[in-house]
């Protein structure tokens, strides 16, 4: 794999759209309208894929220096929240097109008992600004704050059970500087300029409490509504999410302190673009497991049809392939357990391209299970490199009075 330069980790507060931002019609187009095929199968469509290429770093407006002043909340945003009561907004909702992926860790003063406090009132400061979000929104703006194990060592606090780093994995090439962190908010929106004024009002209301540890800007394709966009290989990601029969069982915590909130596993996985792109589609098939096209199962059907372990052809072969990506991640090896992928392209330069992988589940071991086969057996592997990683408790969400966090924190 190609080496990267990647200019990810610079300040990171202005979010405003590069120049180049390529919009798929005239000023005001529904920009959901379907691009056709070749839009939507093509890894090497940067210019539309890539339009959150680059943000604006220019100043620090948050961090470890206390704001003198109270920073307003973003206008009320339009759009019927679609995530019941006792959940954050942002994991069960349809995925707006863009997407910022924002880490922090405390600031070095913040600790203890005062600590506690400070994070108590940052967190009463986010929730009515997340409570907004709640109206009806025409950009689908959400906000998702977790909370990582570093943030209750240093509150001494108990941490969840199972809130603990993930082990090593085979192949990985994990940057300090590119995972990892005390506090996370997942922002996501219609157009980047709603991404980063809400991300820019909530970073205002962090100051003196958090300061900058990394970020990722994500992005989908153009896609006709429905449909499960593709990530930059030009096949469909997400297929295989739960039902919301599933997610109740798999995804969200049912009892306690800890009700409503769920785990978030993050992965920043480089993508070989060209170098995959350069396989025949055959072979580019028969490594993910599913047809390019229609992202239907190799042994035939719709795209939602469940993979078939067992078929074979006339020959007696598998049709799909032992090292196949579907066949390795398959809810069968594990009891039929799901995670609520999440995911979002990104495009940090011509060589460092790939996966904003977001995967959201009650219990992280399904993925450290799941990744261990897949890290050990999955014929991808020559076309990914994994270089971030993090694990995040996702606060139950605020309802009525109440404060994002109070049950926990």
Not at 293 to 314: I, M, N, S, V, Y
Not at 325 to 337: C, N, Q, S
Request: glycine letters at 12%; a positive charge.
């Amino acid at each position: 794999m190609r080496s990267a330069v990647n200019a990810n980790y610079a300040p990171f507060y202005d979010y405003l759209p590069s120049a180049g931002y390529v919009r798929s019609g005239p000023p005001g187009a529904d920009t959901d309208a379907d691009p056709g095929p070749e839009s939507r199968t093509s890894p090497r469509r940067r210019t539309l894929l890539g339009g959150l290429v680059a943000m604006g770093t220019t100043a620090t407006t948050a961090g470890c220096q206390r704001s003198p002043t109270r920073t307003p909340a973003p206008s009320p945003a339009h759009g019927p929240g679609r995530t019941p009561a006792g959940h954050q907004r942002g994991i069960a909702d349809p995925q707006p097109p863009h997407a910022l992926l924002l880490s922090y860790d405390l600031c070095p003063g913040i600790h203890g008992p005062e600590g506690r406090r400070a994070v108590r009132r940052m967190l009463a400061a986010w929730t009515p600004m997340l409570g907004d979000l709640r109206a009806d929104d025409r950009d689908r703006r959400t906000a998702t704050v977790g909370v990582g194990s570093g943030l209750f060592a240093r509150l001494g606090l108990h941490a969840p059970e199972a809130l603990r780093e993930l082990p090593a994995f085979a192949g990985d090439r994990l940057r300090p500087e590119a995972g990892g962190g005390d506090v996370c908010v997942q922002v996501c929106a219609r157009t980047p300029d709603a991404v980063g004024e809400l991300g820019r009002a909530l970073e205002r209301a962090a100051s003196g409490v958090l300061r900058p540890r990394w970020r990722q800007v994500g992005f989908l394709p153009v896609t006709r509504p429905g449909e499960t966009p593709r990530n930059l290989l030009g096949f469909k990601d997400g297929t295989a999410n739960p039902s919301v029969a599933e997610a109740a069982r798999w995804v969200w915590l049912g009892s306690g302190p800890y009700r409503g909130g769920t785990y978030l596993v993050v992965r920043r996985v480089r993508l070989a673009t060209e170098e995959f792109g350069d396989l025949p589609i055959e072979r580019q098939e028969r490594i993910i497991g599913r047809h390019k096209a229609g992202g239907g199962p190799l042994q035939g059907g719709p795209e939602h049809a469940e993979a078939d372990l067992f078929a074979k052809t006339p020959q007696g072969r598998y049709l799909l392939p032992a090292d196949a990506h579907v066949r390795l991640a398959h809810p069968r090896f594990d009891g039929g357990a799901r995670m609520l992928r999440r995911g979002y392209s990104y495009d940090n330069g011509p060589d460092d391209q790939g996966l904003l992988f977001l995967a959201y589940l009650n219990d992280p071991e399904l993925f450290v299970r799941v990744q261990r086969r897949l890290a050990a057996h999955d014929a991808l592997n020559p076309y990914i490199e994994h270089y971030g990683s993090a694990v995040f408790f996702v606060l139950p969400g605020a309802s009525g009075k109440e404060v994002l966090g109070s049950t926990v924190l």
